[in-house]
């Protein structure tokens, strides 16, 4: 069964930065894709970014101020958030997705098979 951990949350003030890891365990094959989303209190959770063998996806709010990376040796992914708002609070989940998938589905949250437990990340005005 895989296991995805994340860490590197925290409380930061607005225009800062945080780099959250995501460690993966117990796979038995690589996964197309991996992610981040996020869920903020009584809010859905919504999709900050993905990457996978054929590039890397942005949600529009975070595009300029978010970069994610692989390091395909270790089994981890990153989250490089910078210029960070407010609105950003939440807390973070890693995402696996083994499935291909169809054109903008690398947003919905059912496209995805493994999630960590979430990491929180507060930033204050």
């Known amino acids: 069964q895989v296991q995805l951990v994340e860490s590197g949350g925290g409380l930061v003030q607005a225009g800062g930065s945080l780099r959250l890891s995501c460690a993966a365990s117990g796979r038995t094959f690589s996964p197309y894709i991996m992610g981040w989303f996020r869920q903020a209190p009584d809010k859905e959770r919504e999709f900050v970014a993905g990457?996978?063998?054929?590039?890397?996806y942005y949600a529009d709010s975070v595009k300029g101020r978010f970069t994610i990376s692989g390091d395909n040796a270790k089994n981890t992914v990153y989250l490089q958030m910078s210029s960070l708002k407010p609105e950003d609070t939440a807390v973070y989940f890693c995402?696996?997705?083994?499935?291909?998938?169809?054109?903008?589905?690398?947003?919905?949250?059912?496209?995805?098979?493994?999630w960590g437990q979430g990491t929180q990340v507060t930033v204050s005005s």
């Open positions: 995402v696996e997705g083994y499935r291909p998938l169809g054109v903008g589905v690398h947003t919905n949250p059912s496209a995805y098979d493994s």
């Open positions: 990457i996978s063998p054929y590039g890397t």
